[in-house]
């Protein structure tokens, strides 16, 4: 799939997309840290204000966690008292995320391998829908069919996800195949589009543009203090030109007040 194409792209019922999806996910949960791994650390702005909206669910209340594996959300979220079930398509992803909410002694957190865009869940069942890098692998029409169905009337949804315009991170894509699946497919401008169709607050922020010249620097004494003054000069760019807000490498989307009755059957947007 090239980087021009919409996240909106699939067909919602694919097995071999599923499989290949699931086989992907099991190896990189087998396996040791990637080497790009290092590279999320110039995305520490994003995450921080993830976690920080995370934050504010309030105990007792139900979440559902996109994604899975030791480094899951669903370990936070269940700290703080949420009732939360976390989900992937990959079992050995499920595997490692039960054996630390056991040695963690998180009763309130629970695992489950499942299909994202077929959830097996009762409709209004969560009060907060999340995941980090998780959408731009689903068909993103089916995903918030099914994120709109399971949230409650008054719930939200917050996911972090890639973007698909900037050509320099396009180009590294392009030259490391093996860190991603085919069928992934980083969110472009008109994917927002979509989201209103299913909830009427949409919120997207962008992170990450000249925050990449921090990468080299990543692991090194002075990292924070760098990486900083680039998320600075990065919101006050999205700001003031918000032309360049596209040619960022991730944002974060707040979803709110789910459509009475969101039309499934539009059609495309991009």
């Not at 990959?90 to 963690?104: K, M, R, Y």
């Not at 543009?209 to 990065?234: E, M, S, T």
Request: hydrophobic letters at 40%.
């Amino acid at each position: 799939m090239t980087e021009t194409q919409p996240a909106t792209s699939h067909t919602a019922a694919n097995p071999d997309r599923y499989d290949s999806e699931r086989r992907f996910h099991d190896r990189r949960f087998e396996s040791s840290p990637r080497r790009a791994d290092s590279f999320y650390a110039v995305n520490t702005a994003c995450a921080d204000h993830y976690r920080e909206l995370l934050g504010m669910s309030r105990p007792n209340s139900r979440a559902l966690e996109y994604g899975c594996g030791t480094g899951s959300s669903a370990f936070y979220l269940a700290s703080k008292g949420v009732h939360v079930t976390g989900i992937d398509i990959s079992s050995v992803a499920i595997g490692q995320a039960q054996q630390q909410a056991t040695l963690e002694g998180l009763e309130v957190a629970t695992f489950a391998q499942m299909n994202a865009e077929r959830l097996g869940f009762a409709h209004d069942r969560f009060e907060l829908v999340c995941g980090s890098g998780i959408l731009h692998h689903l068909d993103l029409r089916q995903a918030m069919e099914e994120v709109h169905r399971v949230l409650t009337p008054d719930g939200r949804a917050v996911f972090v996800e890639p973007m698909g315009h900037n050509p320099i991170i396009n180009l590294y894509r392009k030259l490391t195949p093996h860190e991603r699946t085919e069928d992934e497919h980083p969110f472009l401008i008109c994917d927002f589009e979509l989201l209103e169709d299913f909830f009427s607050a949409v919120d997207v922020q962008h992170f990450v543009l000249i925050a990449l010249l921090g990468i080299p620097f990543a692991n090194r004494p002075g990292f924070g203090a760098i990486i900083r003054l680039l998320n600075r000069a990065d919101g006050w760019l999205f700001e003031h030109v918000p032309f360049l807000r596209r040619y960022s490498w991730t944002v974060l989307l707040q979803l709110a007040d789910p459509v009475a009755s969101a039309d499934a059957s539009r059609g495309l947007h991009c």
